[in-house]
């Protein structure tokens, strides 16, 4: 059996580095690393020739230097791309809708994307350097923990816009579902069928988690139910959702509603009161946000808030490209109203009926 060729190593000059307090290079990487600038350039361009451990070396260097691609030298190194990169984690169920969206929205405008998870394995400086290596003229960051952050991160030159995430910069393209209208939404419905008694669970550190935690607070002292505010901090899982439900209806004055900070959440929720006996709706009402797949299984059927994500695609894409055609434009801030999708998992109070 023929044993494989080494990964080429090209003699490189020390001489040559970022200069002192400047941006990092590919230089600068391959110095750290030891080897050679060209097999640095093959790795972020992300073409064959370098080992796995190789690109994990050099993709965890280039994130510890805080190294991204100089824009300028992109631009002039060709033609229009018409790439646009998209960052997300598919941790949430949105966020899969929206990829699938906006593959729709960038095609009708005649671009294409590139898909650039964040994983525990993929840091965001790799994942922006791989996206850049690639030639995007703009990055559309979803609403992962700490989007806004990751905005920021950006080497100002690149177009970004922020979809489906907590509140960024105002200076920023920001895209997103109006949460307090969402949260609005649920109270009025609860209220209406005559619970006081409401807890919130939120997603803890999870995109717009404290906004729809405000917007509770906020429906419940409007009723002057201050003293049955109730907020429950876990994170935007099931598993989270259902652990912070064993500790609410193990309480003596138990609610008799939870509004989950998302469909995940809910899900949790629900497994736990079902495992407890606690009847849903008849013993106690519980709510989700997304309207994902799952909440419009009949046998869950939960009552949630949706919103249209072609509607969010079509809008980020858009600000994305006026971005990219005019650097200087005034930011975008698009907040898409949300509606209420009653299902039959809330109804009135026990004590009511």
């Given at each position: 059996m023929r044993a494989m060729s080494p990964e080429p190593r090209v003699p490189h000059s020390s001489s040559v580095h970022a200069s002192a307090g400047g941006p990092p290079t590919m230089q600068s990487i391959a110095d750290?690393?030891?080897?050679?600038?060209?097999?640095?350039?093959?790795?972020?361009?992300?073409?064959?020739?370098?080992?796995?451990?190789?690109?994990?070396?050099?993709?965890?260097m280039a994130e510890q230097l805080g190294y991204?691609?100089?824009?300028?030298?992109r631009a002039l190194s060709g033609k229009r791309s018409r790439r646009l990169g998209v960052v997300f984690t598919m941790r949430q169920p949105f966020e899969v809708d929206l990829v699938e969206a906006l593959f729709d929205a960038a095609k009708e405008r005649e671009f294409t994307l590139v898909l650039a998870p964040i994983t525990p394995q993929r840091g965001q400086g790799s994942v922006f350097a791989e996206l850049l290596g690639q030639r995007v003229?703009?990055?559309?960051?979803?609403?992962?923990?700490n989007g806004a952050a990751r905005i920021r991160d950006l080497p100002k030159e690149v177009p970004s816009v922020m979809l489906g995430g907590p509140k960024?910069?105002?200076?920023?393209?920001d895209v997103r579902v109006d949460d307090t209208t969402g949260i609005a939404l649920v109270m009025?419905?609860?209220?209406?069928?005559g619970h006081r008694r409401i807890s919130h669970i939120t997603g803890g550190a999870g995109p717009n988690?404290?906004?729809?935690?405000?917007?509770?607070?906020s429906a419940m002292t409007a009723q002057g139910l201050e003293v049955f505010v109730d907020v429950i901090?876990?994170?935007?899982?099931?598993?989270?959702?259902?652990?912070?439900?064993?500790?609410?209806i193990d309480r003596p004055n138990r609610p008799t509603a939870i509004v989950g900070g998302n469909d995940r959440v809910a899900m949790g929720t629900l497994g736990t009161l079902l495992r407890r006996g606690i009847r849903v709706p008849e013993d106690m009402s519980v709510?989700?946000?997304?309207?994902?797949s799952l909440a419009q299984v009949p046998y869950l059927d939960l009552t949630t808030v949706a919103y249209d994500p072609t509607s969010l695609a079509e809008r980020a894409v858009d600000a994305l490209v006026a971005r990219i055609q005019d650097p200087n434009a005034e930011p975008v801030l698009h907040r898409q109203e949300p509606v209420l999708v009653v299902r039959s998992s809330t109804a009135p109070p026990p004590e009511t009926r």
């Amino acid at each position: 059996m023929r044993a494989m060729s080494p990964e080429p190593r090209v003699p490189h000059s020390s001489s040559v580095h970022a200069s002192a307090g400047g941006p990092p290079t590919m230089q600068s990487i391959a110095d750290k690393l030891g080897v050679s600038r060209q097999l640095v350039s093959l790795v972020l361009r992300n073409q064959p020739g370098a080992s796995q451990e190789t690109r994990r070396r050099v993709a965890e260097m280039a994130e510890q230097l805080g190294y991204h691609p100089n824009a300028s030298a992109r631009a002039l190194s060709g033609k229009r791309s018409r790439r646009l990169g998209v960052v997300f984690t598919m941790r949430q169920p949105f966020e899969v809708d929206l990829v699938e969206a906006l593959f729709d929205a960038a095609k009708e405008r005649e671009f294409t994307l590139v898909l650039a998870p964040i994983t525990p394995q993929r840091g965001q400086g790799s994942v922006f350097a791989e996206l850049l290596g690639q030639r995007v003229e703009g990055v559309l960051v979803l609403g992962t923990d700490n989007g806004a952050a990751r905005i920021r991160d950006l080497p100002k030159e690149v177009p970004s816009v922020m979809l489906g995430g907590p509140k960024s910069d105002e200076s920023a393209d920001d895209v997103r579902v109006d949460d307090t209208t969402g949260i609005a939404l649920v109270m009025d419905h609860l209220f209406g069928l005559g619970h006081r008694r409401i807890s919130h669970i939120t997603g803890g550190a999870g995109p717009n988690s404290h906004d729809r935690a405000v917007a509770y607070e906020s429906a419940m002292t409007a009723q002057g139910l201050e003293v049955f505010v109730d907020v429950i901090e876990a994170d935007y899982s099931e598993t989270g959702g259902g652990h912070a439900t064993s500790r609410l209806i193990d309480r003596p004055n138990r609610p008799t509603a939870i509004v989950g900070g998302n469909d995940r959440v809910a899900m949790g929720t629900l497994g736990t009161l079902l495992r407890r006996g606690i009847r849903v709706p008849e013993d106690m009402s519980v709510t989700g946000f997304d309207n994902a797949s799952l909440a419009q299984v009949p046998y869950l059927d939960l009552t949630t808030v949706a919103y249209d994500p072609t509607s969010l695609a079509e809008r980020a894409v858009d600000a994305l490209v006026a971005r990219i055609q005019d650097p200087n434009a005034e930011p975008v801030l698009h907040r898409q109203e949300p509606v209420l999708v009653v299902r039959s998992s809330t109804a009135p109070p026990p004590e009511t009926r």
